[in-house]
């Protein structure tokens, strides 16, 4: 099975060199079942050659980098059909779900895997304690009472 499998977002984070555990992790098994991995990358350079070897992720059948057309219109296009050569392309995995979604409508099979990049809410800067689940009952009862209030009311103008 030929896989494309874009690198960042998956196995390196987008922002720093941190690898992705659950990716890695993916990655490996995959090349343990010698699948033909294609590895995608917004940036082929010295620094991503070194970092695959420092992870020690050997394997992958090539590592090309997203055609630049590709990067500006959030595709895969011409990047896929770079990879059409050596064969079809069996599942993209990708952690874009726009991207996604165009290479599905486009007829490839897409696996999107979506890693949230804080591992707890309460760690995002945006993050607003919010209500327990019980209080959000409370709301919610309230909420449904006024609106049945609501409505009577209308019955009765009517």
Same mark, same amino acid.
């Given at each position: 099975?030929?896989? /494309?499998?874009?690198?960042?977002?998956?196995?390196?984070?987008?922002?720093?060199?941190?690898?992705?555990?659950?990716?890695?992790?993916?990655?490996?098994?995959?090349?343990?079942?010698?699948?033909? +991995?294609?590895? =995608?990358?917004?940036? *082929?350079?010295? +620094?991503?050659?070194?970092?695959?070897?420092?992870?020690? =992720?050997?394997?992958?059948?090539?590592?090309?980098?997203?055609?630049?057309?590709?990067?500006?219109?959030?595709? =895969?296009?011409?990047? +896929?059909?770079?990879? $059409? %050569?050596?064969?079809?392309?069996?599942? %993209?995995?990708?952690?874009?779900?726009?991207?996604? #979604?165009?290479?599905?409508?486009?007829?490839?099979?897409?696996?999107?895997? +979506?890693?949230? #990049?804080? #591992?707890?809410?309460?760690?995002?800067?945006?993050?607003? /304690?919010?209500? $327990?689940?019980?209080?959000?009952?409370?709301?919610?009862?309230?909420?449904? *009472?006024? =609106?049945?209030?609501?409505? /009577? *009311? *209308?019955?009765?103008?009517?």
């Amino acid at each position: 099975m030929n896989i /494309a499998l874009v690198i960042e977002g998956i196995m390196k984070s987008p922002v720093s060199e941190a690898p992705i555990p659950t990716g890695i992790a993916l990655y490996k098994a995959l090349v343990d079942v010698e699948h033909r +991995l294609f590895l =995608l990358t917004e940036n *082929r350079d010295a +620094l991503l050659l070194d970092w695959l070897k420092f992870m020690y =992720l050997p394997g992958y059948i090539g590592l090309e980098e997203i055609d630049q057309v590709d990067q500006i219109s959030g595709t =895969l296009h011409r990047s +896929l059909n770079k990879l $059409r %050569v050596t064969g079809p392309v069996d599942l %993209v995995i990708d952690p874009d779900p726009a991207r996604c #979604a165009d290479t599905f409508e486009h007829g490839y099979t897409v696996m999107p895997m +979506l890693i949230p #990049a804080f #591992a707890r809410p309460h760690w995002r800067p945006d993050y607003n /304690a919010t209500p $327990r689940p019980w209080q959000q009952l409370e709301i919610e009862v309230q909420r449904q *009472r006024e =609106l049945a209030v609501q409505a /009577a *009311r *209308r019955e009765e103008q009517e």
